[in-house]
């Protein structure tokens, strides 16, 4: 039951640039990490996920503008997002995987569980 404290969003012009960062309670190695976004009246869309095993994956939507990294040794997970849209105009969550299948605060999503969350932090763009 470790936590995720998400810090880096706010409020940037289109086109602009910012640095979500995911700092984990406890060893990430092991896991599998991902950033989501999910606003009011939109449906939950993974924005990245970072392997254990190592690689990344990206929906098309972000491809080529957001990069997420993972440091096992600081167990953090971060976002760098560039070339900002409105679109991007989001809550974003970050989330960690478990094998333990029986959790209900779990989720699939590309054939994994994520059952940890963080509180969601905003992301602003403006035209």
């Known amino acids: 039951q470790g936590q995720l404290l998400e810090s880096g969003g706010g409020s940037v012009q289109a086109g602009g640039s910012l640095r979500l960062s995911c700092a984990s309670s406890e060893s990430i190695d092991s896991r599998n990490m991902a950033w989501f976004r999910q606003g009011l009246g939109r449906k939950r869309e993974m924005v990245g996920l970072a392997y254990r095993v190592g690689g990344t994956y990206y929906p098309e939507s972000v491809e080529g503008r957001f990069t997420i990294s993972r440091d096992n040794e600081k167990n953090t997970v971060d976002l760098q997002m560039d070339s900002l849209k409105p679109e991007d105009t989001d809550t974003y969550y970050c989330?960690?995987?478990?094998?333990?299948?029986?959790?209900?605060?779990?989720?699939?999503?590309?054939?994994?569980?994520?059952?940890?969350w963080g509180q969601g932090t905003q992301v602003t763009v403006s035209s």
């Open positions: 989330a960690a995987d478990s094998t333990d299948y029986g959790d209900a605060r779990g989720t699939w999503w590309r054939g994994f569980y994520w059952t940890t």
